[in-house]
């Protein structure tokens, strides 16, 4: 497997983690796969850093293993630059569909791939 491969695939693993209830309710799981300088604009428009949406990732929609999950789909990825994949792909949560985007990128061995910055817009019923 070549980098962009690897990186590409260790970033959708990431992406797949995030959305899983029992790292969304781990403060520990959850910052360990966000970047310390992670920004993120929601599909509110709400704008979260770090400290904020690891404070808040557990009472998000997704977060209860008692409520709908995140489904995703399309999920793709390439290498921007060594150390920097941009994923974008869409997900249903009960009816609310959504596009996002994110930027992973690598930090030090030890912390590997983490999310930088991601992007979410409600899809409209009706829209392709």
Not at 12 to 17: C, R
Not at 18 to 35: F, I, K, T, W
Not at 40 to 50: C, I, K, L, N, P
Not at 101 to 127: D, F, L
């Amino acid at each position: 497997m070549d980098g962009a491969t690897d990186g590409v695939n260790q970033a959708i693993a990431g992406e797949l983690q995030l959305m899983d209830p029992h790292v969304r309710d781990s403060r520990e799981r959850a910052g360990q796969l966000l970047d310390p300088e992670f920004v993120e604009v929601g599909a509110s428009g709400q704008r979260w850093t770090y400290e904020a949406m690891l404070a808040e990732l557990p009472d998000h929609p997704g977060s209860s293993l008692d409520a709908p999950r995140f489904e995703p789909s399309e999920i793709s990825g390439v290498l921007l630059a060594p150390g920097l994949v941009h994923l974008t792909f869409e997900t249903m949560l009960g009816e609310r569909r959504t596009r996002h985007s994110s930027i992973w990128r690598k930090g030090e061995e030890a912390a590997g791939w983490r999310m930088y910055y991601h992007q979410a817009t409600c899809v409209p019923p009706g829209v392709e």
